[in-house]
């Protein structure tokens, strides 16, 4: 059979794991430090850039970064056991980890984590304009235990009797008589203590006053520690009211109760549509309130603390003065369902603050991020706190939650919800319903990028990523494997997750090598033309334990090798449009090594674009369509035997030119890997080859 050619329009795919008869012609079996773009070709990645050193950042560090959004100011929260401190995007220190304000001593109680647990596990972070809210998920939230009588500590003690109705009945000669309704007071063994009859009330409340040991303002009786008292009258008990803490309706309460301070519970009747609620008399008006002598307060110290911007060198943190339970009781105005657990995440989400505990999702007053109480309890109000938990027929135990496409996704860890509302997001139209159910792994938080949200799943030996998306045309929501090319690629354990969606990349680290496993992906409408996982390897036995993406920057925490220093570093995300600008060396020294490992190639047979395996293909030639200045290499091995080409002289650095690579053999038998060792870089174009089919049978070389 005659030559055959075929030109391969770049390596944009990245790895794939297949049979190389079914990958595509632009993946490959291992790409390690390159950067693949559909439009750019695919180069080497830009050299690390070193910012910082600081030993006294733990490989186990949680790290929090924010871009204010105003010139330069983009900051880096590291936070330690019981210490934190500030840095900018240059690694410059903002604030150190013993900054005295506010906080007078150290370690800081909220950021103490138990023995053995790792800070990067322990925290979780939002920010909120130049609020960075903080979240300890070891620390299991309490309420205080002080408790306040509300100013009437008697209040369920003291009787009250009203003489609110009073007639006069005149008879006799020339009805020259008088009577009224007859009032009487029974203490707790029924016995009649006191008896008024006439038709002035405020004489027969004095009178009844004096007579029980009490006091009276206008027609109102007030008898303290008088817990099992009653009161009647003649007119079928229509002409009085008395009440020991409780009343059935306001309605029943006199206009003018005359005893500031007092707290009465409203009961209600069959026939009210609301719950119990608590009135206090004040200045002449009844306000709703809460009950006396409970528990009102969230504990300070067991809930989210705040970092605030002070000035660009100042970063004080403080516990939060979180909003007290002002009116109902624990029935009526319950306390928050976080209250008695662990907090697992913060986010802000539609001018709310969010927590998630256990298979709950609680957010705040709607603009007042600091109250998660009813601000009344006679009503649902649309700004009321929103307190909701997860429907699954399995336990879930939610982990994260990410705003998504107008609505809230929330991570269990094994089932993902939507949190949405038809309208605005209130208490009364609140809706969440199970989308998917994938297991994930809870030590990487999702991350939202474009359109798409991304998370992991851990296998026995590798990970999964899904692309969590919106199904178009319809309301339905699926999670893409986005590995299940490369099932194996993607070793188990991550830790960190982050990306870009400027560049289309996302970044995954294990936090125990110096790997980052990278993502490059590219959409043209609906269909996706690039999805390429590959690695970027940075200095031989660094140990990378923390990734950020700050505009087009990925910043990088590594602790170099052997246990040495604890480093900030940098790589550009921007491809350079002259290669020979850079200089490829990671921090300057280390020349950066790209390595691409080529498949096996065939010819393809049939509809299904997959290559025969009823011949054999034999190259002859491969040619490589670079860049200008492209310095690389090819080595191609054949069993023990392997020869390498450069393009370029390697010990004058002098640049020679493309050319054809001789590659003679039968495909299935060689192994090519494109190189590139230099401190220069690449630009690879394209590719193609040349060879012979030969049908099974024929003599291959």
């Not at 006053?209 to 008898?223: D, E, F, L, Q, Y």
């Not at 996706?528 to 390897?537: D, I």
Request: a negative charge.
């Amino acid at each position: 059979m005659g030559l055959i050619n075929q030109t391969i329009p770049g390596l944009y795919n990245g790895v794939s794991q297949q049979p190389d008869e079914l990958r595509l012609d632009t993946q490959v079996s291992e790409m390690i430090n390159c950067h693949p773009t559909l439009v750019q070709g695919t180069q080497k990645r830009s050299p690390t850039v070193h910012k910082s050193t600081d030993n006294t950042v733990p490989t186990d560090a949680f790290v929090h970064v924010y871009d204010r959004g105003a010139g330069d100011e983009q900051y880096i929260i590291v936070v330690k056991d019981g210490f934190y401190k500030i840095y900018d995007e240059n690694g410059v220190d903002k604030q150190d980890w013993n900054a005295d304000e506010p906080v007078p001593t150290y370690p800081i109680p909220y950021l103490q984590i138990p023995a053995g647990a790792k800070a990067n596990e322990s925290f979780s972070a939002v920010t909120v304009g130049d609020t960075t809210f903080i979240v300890n998920k070891t620390k299991t939230v309490a309420m205080d235990s002080a408790t306040s009588d509300n100013g009437d500590p008697n209040w369920d003690t003291t009787f009250f009797y009203w003489i609110k109705r009073t007639t006069e009945i005149r008879y006799g000669s020339n009805n020259g008589s008088a009577k009224g309704y007859a009032y009487y007071i029974y203490n707790a063994s029924g016995t009649q203590v006191g008896t008024v009859t006439g038709s002035d009330g405020v004489a027969l409340a004095s009178s009844m006053a004096s007579a029980i040991g009490g006091n009276s303002h206008g027609s109102v009786v007030r008898k303290t520690g008088a817990a099992s008292y009653s009161g009647a009258d003649s007119w079928g008990n229509q002409a009085s009211e008395a009440w020991v803490g409780k009343a059935r309706k306001l309605q029943d309460l006199p206009g003018d109760l005359g005893y500031d301070g007092a707290v009465i519970e409203v009961t209600g009747d069959d026939k009210s549509g609301f719950d119990n609620f608590y009135v206090k008399f004040s200045d002449g008006v009844y306000l709703e309130t809460y009950k006396p002598n409970q528990q009102n307060s969230i504990n300070n110290s067991t809930m989210p603390h705040k970092i605030e911007r002070a000035s660009t060198t100042s970063f004080p943190m403080s516990a939060i003065t979180w909003t007290d339970r002002t009116v109902g009781d624990s029935d009526s105005a319950s306390e928050p369902s976080f209250v008695g657990k662990t907090l697992d995440d913060v986010f802000f989400f539609k001018n709310r603050l969010g927590l998630l505990s256990a298979d709950n999702i609680v957010m705040s007053e709607t603009g007042e991020f600091y109250n998660f109480f009813p601000t009344t309890v006679t009503d649902v109000l649309d700004s009321d706190p929103i307190d909701v938990a997860v429907d699954s027929n399995k336990a879930v135990y939610l982990r994260y939650a990410v705003p998504f496409n107008k609505e809230l996704l929330v991570f269990g860890d094994k089932a993902q919800f939507i949190l949405s509302s038809a309208k605005a997001l209130t208490p009364k139209d609140v809706n969440v319903q199970q989308s998917t159910a994938y297991d994930i792994n809870k030590n990487v938080e999702p991350i939202t990028l474009g359109p798409n949200v991304y998370f992991t799943t851990d296998k026995s030996t590798s990970s999964i990523v899904r692309e969590y998306f919106t199904v178009p045309d319809t309301a339905n929501n699926d999670a893409a494997n986005i590995t299940a090319h490369c099932p194996h690629y993607v070793p188990n354990g991550l830790t960190k997750m982050t990306g870009s969606s400027k560049h289309d990349m996302l970044f995954a680290i294990t936090g125990t090598n110096n790997k980052i496993y990278v993502y490059n992906y590219y959409w043209q409408g609906e269909e996706k033309a690039q999805s390429a996982w590959h690695t970027w390897e940075l200095e031989a036995g660094a140990t990378v334990f923390n990734i950020e993406v700050l505009d087009s920057t990925l910043l990088i925490m590594l602790q170099h090798a052997s246990g040495g220093d604890v480093a900030l570093e940098s790589i550009s995300l921007e491809l350079p449009t002259d290669i020979t600008s850079i200089t490829y060396a990671d921090h300057g020294a280390t020349p950066v090594s790209s390595t691409i490992s080529l498949s096996k190639w065939g010819v393809p047979s049939g509809k299904g674009n997959v290559d025969s395996n009823r011949s054999s293909l034999v190259l002859r030639d491969l040619r490589l369509s670079m860049g200008d200045n492209s310095y690389y290499g090819l080595k191609v091995t054949r069993g023990t035997v392997t020869n390498t080409w450069l393009n370029y002289d390697a010990s004058t650095m002098l640049f020679i030119g493309d050319h054809k690579f001789p590659v003679l053999g039968n495909a299935n038998n060689l192994d090519i890997d494109f190189v590139s060792t230099s401190n220069k870089g690449f630009k690879l174009n394209s590719l193609s080859w040349r060879g012979q089919l030969h049908l099974k049978g024929s003599q291959g070389v």
